[in-house]
């Protein structure tokens, strides 16, 4: 059964710095991967989505690579900002056509 | 193009009532999700809909938990005779199609609490 796992946790970093949040999936077999951002009390925005064949995705400021064969993702995050503050989710698609989420790393960016 | 509307945002039950929540798919999908987020938790899958068929429902309690997705009208998540553990948000998303291939997108959530 897929397992996702974002490290760390928590995260609270000073503004203006650059970060990097971690996701590992337990089954390479994945369709694509998602990075999510969530405001407490709302839903989830798609920031950014890799399909299986691609090594990284670009947005602005943030980068998110891919490495399916070790079951790994990260998120990385440039010149951070107080409104960056937010849960980050990363999720896995898998062919049962459901999104496995991992319990998300909570930003807080100090301005 | 009005997104994925869930109704109600907030919704306070008493255990032992019913809770139904109510999510209306962007316009044009016709595949519905529903996910649950318990407190502390990552979301869950719950049920996979199209219209008028339930297309995989493994992440479905066996009791209490129903979802429909009728011809006409918004997709319903019924959860009967609520417990304290039910309390959670409930997510609901839609696509134009199945996955991948199609974006799935999110609604802003129902949280639950039950007292």
């Known amino acids: 059964k897929q397992e996702v796992t974002q490290i760390p946790a928590a995260l609270s970093v000073p503004e203006g710095e650059n970060l990097v949040l971690n996701c590992s999936f337990t089954?390479?077999?994945?369709?694509?991967l998602q990075w999510f951002r969530q405001d407490p009390g709302k839903g989830l925005t798609s920031l950014l989505l890799?399909?299986?064949?691609?090594r990284e995705q670009t947005s602005g400021r943030l980068n998110a690579s891919l490495d399916k064969s070790s079951g790994r993702s990260t998120l990385y995050i440039a010149a951070s900002q107080p409104g960056d503050s937010a849960t980050y989710l990363c999720?896995?698609?898998?062919?049962?056509?459901?999104?496995?989420f991992g319990t998300g790393t909570r930003l807080t960016v100090i301005p | 193009n009005a997104g994925v509307m869930q109704n109600p945002r907030h919704l306070v039950r008493r255990r032992g009532q019913e809770a139904r929540l109510r999510c209306s798919p962007m316009k044009g999908h016709s595949h519905v999700y529903w996910y649950r987020q318990l407190p502390e938790e990552g979301l869950k899958f719950m049920v996979y809909?199209?219209?008028?068929?339930?297309?995989?429902e493994s992440g479905m309690p066996k009791e209490r938990f129903s979802a429909e997705f009728p011809k006409e009208g918004p997709s319903i998540l019924r959860i009967q005779q609520v417990v304290r553990g039910d309390s959670a948000a409930y997510f609901c998303a839609s696509s134009a199609g199945p996955s991948p291939g199609n974006t799935i997108y999110f609604g802003e959530g129902s949280w639950l609490t039950v007292v």
């Open positions: 089954d390479s077999a994945i369709y694509n």
């Open positions: 890799i399909q299986s064949s691609q």
């Open positions: 809909l199209q219209k008028e068929n339930i297309i995989d």
């Open positions: 999720a896995v698609l898998t062919g049962a056509n459901n999104l496995f």
